[in-house]
């Protein structure tokens, strides 16, 4: 009877784009798009996740489909508290029972304010103690860095609200530094050039479309081209426009150079000794930007250092934060914890 308890403990990657859940001793169970379907006259919650997305700029008046995060973020606190819910009576199916341990993942540039609503949310949605880990350092454990050393461990987070640079070491963020320049800017970057450019207006689906099949940060071997179909902005009818690689690339430039100054600024900051330490072990790409064609071959360029794709980007943040879970007691210095006050 214990095990089942003890089964119960999960680790919570809430992510602008995606959330996922890792459970103890079972791995991740849960990887859906962080969004929403509620209905606006009645509050009931229509869908969660892919089915929610796929609503995503279609939906009536009296429906919305809304993703609470933004920029790493809770933007929708009582639509992120749904959310969690729903995710964790999926995981448990003996509801009644289920008051589970639960780590959750932030951003590291995160206020005391936005924390407090994390955990929270987590609270409402169920759970008996909340644990807060930084992004970063979950990242860091999930790709599978000595983060417990007194080496440098460099990672880069790409997700889809914030990109999260820290330098860690002997089990703590020695320097960190968060942007708002991510999947989602680089959605929007295109957004706006196909608007400058080609008068054409595009929703969120396809401009994430665009990226994820033509988009790259450096010059590669093959440049494609895709016909991209949006609203006239002129006409108001439905129009297509043929888009290649390049000029994909130039649309997200600003984005771009945005995290490759963050990358810059947090080496600047970093002490000498574990400078040092990163010029020999390199740098480590997580998170779903880290999946962006030629992000490694442009981070090299401008820095001159090793850049290291870690196996599973996408993964990396919930698996570390699980890793937490699975060793709870172990791994307690790492967490950002306090009892909630009853």
């Known amino acids: 009877m214990a095990n089942s308890f003890i089964g119960r403990d999960m680790a919570v990657d809430l992510g602008t784009a995606n959330t996922l859940v890792y459970v103890r001793g079972r791995g991740v169970l849960v990887d859906e798009p962080s969004v929403v379907a509620v209905n606006d ?3 009931e919650l229509l869908a969660v ?6 609503m995503l700029g279609r939906t009536p008046a009296d429906i919305s489909a809304i993703r609470p995060l933004r920029d790493g973020v809770i933007a929708d606190f009582e639509a992120t508290e749904q959310m969690l819910r729903h995710f964790i009576a999926r995981v448990h199916r003996r509801r009644y029972l289920a008051k589970p341990r639960m780590v959750i993942c932030v951003p590291s540039g995160i206020t005391p304010v936005e924390q407090r609503a994390v955990k929270e949310a987590g609270y409402q949605a169920g ?3 909340v644990s807060i880990i930084e992004e970063p350092m979950a990242a860091a454990i999930g790709a599978g860095l000595p983060v417990h050393q007194a080496t440098g461990n460099m990672v880069v987070d790409v997700g889809g609200g914030t990109t999260e640079v820290a330098v860690i070491s002997l089990g703590g963020i020695v320097t960190s530094l968060s942007v708002r320049a991510a999947g989602d800017a680089l959605d929007r970057a295109v957004v706006d050039w196909m608007k400058k450019k080609h008068a054409l207006q595009l929703g969120e689906s396809t401009a994430e479309q665009v990226k994820l099949s033509l988009g790259s940060a450096w010059p590669g071997l093959t440049e494609q081209e895709a016909e991209v179909r949006g609203r006239d902005l002129v006409s108001g009818l439905p129009r297509t426009v043929t888009v290649g690689s390049a000029e994909v690339r130039r649309a997200m430039e600003q984005p771009l ?3 490759v100054d963050a990358v810059r600024v947090t080496l600047d900051r970093t002490p000498p000794e574990l400078a040092g330490d990163i010029m020999d072990r390199g740098m480590v790409l997580t998170g779903g930007g880290a999946l962006l064609r030629g992000l490694d071959e442009r981070l090299r360029d401008e ?3 090793p850049v290291h794709v870690a196996d599973d980007p996408l993964g990396a943040v919930a698996q570390g934060a699980g890793t937490c879970v699975e060793e709870f007691d172990a791994l307690q210095q790492v967490l950002v914890a306090e ?3 009853v």
């Open 49 to 54: 996740g892919h089915d929610a997305k796929r």
């Open 41 to 43: 006259v009645t509050g």
């Open 303 to 305: 820095t001159g250092m």
């Open 257 to 259: 150079d945005d995290i």
């Open 339 to 341: 009892k909630r006050r």
């Open 127 to 129: 759970a008996r103690q």
